[in-house]
T-cell receptor, first 111, second 115 residues
Framework: GDSVTQMEGPVTLSEEAFLTINCTYT??????LFWYVQYPGEGLQLLLK?????DKGSNKGFEATYRKETTSFHLEKGSVQVSDSAVYFC??????????FGKGTMLLVSP | DAMVIQNPRYQVTQFGKPVTLSCSQT?????MYWYQQKSSQAPKLLFH???????NEADTPDNFQSRRPNTSFCFLDIRSPGLGDAAMYLC??????????????FGAGTRLSVL
C-alpha cells in the first residue's frame, strides 16, 4: 500500500538557519504530494503542493520539488523564523478519499 | 476568514457520557471528513461523507457515529467515550474525491478530554 516516510524530529534550529525536512513516498503511479503544517494547538493547514513530477510547490518561503526518480518531496526553507515552529506533515492521496500522512516532523526554532 | 469551523475548540466529557462535536463549512464542498489525531501522531481518518453518502473506514470503532444534516454541517457523535478516545478531532472538507484538485481543507480541531 501507499506510504510516506519522514525524517524523525524534533529538528532544532536557530533563527535564519537553513531547513530541510526529508520526505519519501511509496505509491502507485504519480500522485499529488502535499506538505501540511500544524501550529501548536491548531488544525492542519496546507502549506504547499505539487501535482506532477518536477513540479515545485512554494509558499511562505518554503519550497518542495516532486522528484519521481527518487520518489521524494523534501521540504526546504532558506531562513527559518521562530514563527515557523510547528509540526510538518508530508502527505499523498491514497485510494478514493484517504490522505496518507507521514508521522510528522516537529520543527523548533530558537531566537 | 475561517472556512471550516469546529466547535467547541475544547471539550471535556465524562467517561461513558455521550458527546457531540460539530463542524461547519462555508466552502460548499461535497465531501466532509472526520479525523482522529492522538498526541504526536498523524491524523487517522474515521469516516467521510460524499454529499449524503456515508463512508466508514473499516477500523473505525462502532462507538463513533456521524451525521450530516445538510451540506454545511457535519457532526461527530461518540456514544460512550473511553479514556482512549481523548484526542484532537479534525474536520476537513474537499470539493470532490480522487482528483489532484481535491485538496482537503482542515478546521482548527476540537481537543477532547475524557475524565
Amino acid at each position: 500500500g501507499d506510504s510516506v516516510t519522514q525524517m524523525e524530529g524534533p529538528v532544532t534550529l536557530s533563527e535564519e538557519a537553513f531547513l530541510t525536512i526529508n520526505c519519501t513516498y511509496t505509491a502507485t503511479g504519480y500522485p499529488s504530494l502535499f506538505w501540511y503544517v500544524q501550529y501548536p494547538g491548531e488544525g492542519l493547514q496546507l502549506l504547499l503542493k505539487a501535482t506532477k513530477a518536477d513540479d515545485k510547490g512554494s509558499n511562505k518561503g518554503f519550497e518542495a520539488t516532486y522528484r519521481k526518480e527518487t520518489t521524494s518531496f523534501h521540504l526546504e526553507k532558506g531562513s527559518v523564523q521562530v514563527s515557523d515552529s510547528a509540526v510538518y506533515f508530508c502527505a499523498l492521496p491514497s485510494g478514493y478519499s484517504t490522505l496518507t500522512f507521514g508521522k510528522g516532523t516537529m520543527l523548533l526554532v530558537s531566537p | 476568514d475561517a472556512m471550516v469551523i469546529q466547535n467547541p475548540r475544547y471539550q471535556v466529557t465524562q467517561f461513558g457520557k455521550p458527546v457531540t462535536l460539530s463542524c461547519s463549512q462555508t466552502l460548499n464542498h461535497n465531501v466532509m471528513y472526520w479525523y482522529q489525531q492522538k498526541s504526536s501522531q498523524a491524523p487517522k481518518l474515521l469516516f467521510h461523507y460524499y454529499d449524503k453518502d456515508f463512508n466508514n473506514e473499516a477500523d473505525t470503532p462502532d462507538n463513533f457515529q456521524s451525521r450530516r444534516p445538510n451540506t454545511s454541517f457535519c457532526f461527530l457523535d461518540i456514544r460512550s467515550p473511553g479514556l482512549g478516545d481523548a484526542a484532537m478531532y479534525l474536520c476537513a472538507t474537499s470539493r470532490g474525491r480522487g482528483q489532484p484538485r481535491d485538496i482537503q481543507y482542515f478546521g482548527a480541531g476540537t481537543r477532547l478530554s475524557v475524565l
